[in-house]
């Protein structure tokens, strides 16, 4: 993987860029959708093309468990086995695993110990175990293994926290094998200044192909802590590799990490409010189990150029949702996706033009929320 600085922009640390990989070209900043279990919850590949995404997630956990590394391996790696000729990056697994870990006794030097939500077997994933299921995946972007804390860890917690991630990082990073396949360093620390430098200086030195800003997508994270994180991690960071910021989509979140620094991101959350029959607008979030839409024959947005909004009604997108018909969560994720995708399109021309600043005022002037 090759990452070209293409541009900062004057009045922030915006930057445009593009990522080449084995499987294509992509240009950042960009969003990432979430293909969890080799699928983007409901859409093929093909439609995710059509919605201009420039690469998607894989889930090294749930692959782990089902249908396995080892199968995946002898389909010819994810991208085949899944029929998906993009980019496509793995996270390492973590954040699943420390969320099923009981308590910190199963945080051990060697690894986590956890409990499968699928039959409840007692496993143990490594650094070494999670480089070893992501080689077989044969993804174009690795993760290193982090400890992903909670949000409510202190200073002294956290300080030992990342003093494992770094340690771990080192142990995946030897036995990174697969020569195809880039591997990102993550950079842990809390809100906390020192911790945050602490760890992208050492993260830096190990040499990865790109950098990742995690531990901001804790439950219970606020927004300030959020921003402050990534504030105190970016300047630490190379200019000629790609920053990504783990676990992040709401549009406001996504338009201020792009404007600190930030090239890709990724967060279920377009999926996962289409299921629940939300949709992304230029104002806001809508709900189409509201009746007032019961009669509103306009798509979802007019100047919206995705398959939803070019063919169907918000009459009709509540009526399938509120009869649990799965179209209506299919057709609100492609708009929802698109809608980010487009965000990420927009962020890029900004740039180019040195108005990005002014972009995020009149966004979340029509968006409803104030900025923090």
């Known amino acids: 993987m090759k990452y070209e600085l293409l541009k900062t922009e004057k009045k922030s640390r915006a930057r445009l860029g593009r990522v080449i990989t084995n499987y294509g070209i992509f240009e950042t900043p960009m969003f990432m959708p979430v293909g969890t279990k080799a699928t983007v919850?409901?859409?093929?590949?093909?439609?995710?093309?059509?919605?201009h995404c420039g690469i998607i997630l894989a889930n090294t956990?749930?692959?782990?468990?089902?249908?396995?590394?080892d199968l995946?391996?002898?389909?010819?790696?994810?991208?085949a086995f899944m029929h998906y000729d993009g980019p496509i990056l793995t996270d390492s697994g973590g954040f699943q695993v420390f969320s099923l870990a009981k308590n910190k006794k199963d945080i051990v030097e060697e690894g986590v110990y956890f409990k499968s939500h699928l039959d409840g077997q007692k496993l143990l994933l490594t650094p070494e175990k999670s480089i070893e299921i992501q080689n077989k995946l044969d993804s174009d972007i690795a993760m290193s293994f982090d400890e992903c804390p909670p949000a409510s860890a202190g200073y002294d917690y956290l300080k030992n926290s990342v003093e494992r991630t770094l340690r771990w990082a080192e142990?995946?990073?030897?036995?990174?094998?697969?020569?195809?396949?880039?591997?990102?360093?993550?950079?842990?620390?809390?809100?906390?200044?020192?911790?945050?430098?602490?760890?992208?200086?050492?993260?830096?030195?190990?040499?990865?192909?790109?950098?990742?800003?995690?531990g901001v997508a804790n439950d219970g994270e606020s927004k300030e802590d959020m921003y402050k994180a990534i504030d105190y991690s970016i300047?630490?960071?190379?200019?000629?590799?790609?920053?990504?910021?783990?676990?992040?989509?709401?549009?406001?979140?996504?338009?201020?990490?792009?404007?600190?620094g930030v090239d890709i991101?990724?967060?279920?959350?377009?999926?996962?409010?289409?299921?629940?029959?939300?949709a992304f607008t230029r104002t806001g979030k809508i709900n189409f189990h509201n009746a007032k839409y019961k009669e509103d024959f306009t798509p979802i947005e007019e100047d919206c150029d995705c398959y939803t909004c070019k063919n169907y009604t918000r009459a009709y997108l509540r009526h399938l949702i509120t009869t649990e018909e799965m179209?209506?969560?299919?057709?609100?994720?492609?708009?929802?996706?698109?809608?980010l995708v487009k965000l990420m399109e927009e962020l890029r021309e900004a740039i180019q033009n040195d108005t990005i600043l002014e972009y995020r005022e009149k966004f979340i002037e029509k968006y409803g929320t104030s900025k923090k």
């Open 41 to 51: 919850k409901s859409l093929t590949p093909e439609e995710l093309k059509e919605m």
């Open 61 to 69: 956990y749930h692959l782990w468990l089902r249908p396995g590394p």
């Open 72 to 79: 995946i391996q002898k389909a010819g790696g994810l991208h």
């Open 171 to 214: 142990r995946g990073k030897k036995v990174h094998q697969n020569e195809r396949q880039a591997l990102f360093g993550i950079v842990q620390g809390g809100a906390y200044e020192d911790l945050r430098k602490f760890s992208a200086e050492e993260t830096v030195k190990m040499g990865f192909d790109g950098y990742s800003i995690g």
């Open 235 to 260: 300047p630490y960071l190379p200019q000629d590799k790609v920053r990504y910021l783990m676990g992040i989509g709401d549009p406001i979140d996504l338009i201020e990490g792009v404007i600190r």
């Open 265 to 278: 991101f990724d967060c279920v959350l377009p999926t996962r409010i289409a299921r629940h029959g939300q």
């Open 327 to 339: 179209l209506g969560g299919r057709l609100l994720s492609i708009h929802n996706i698109r809608f």
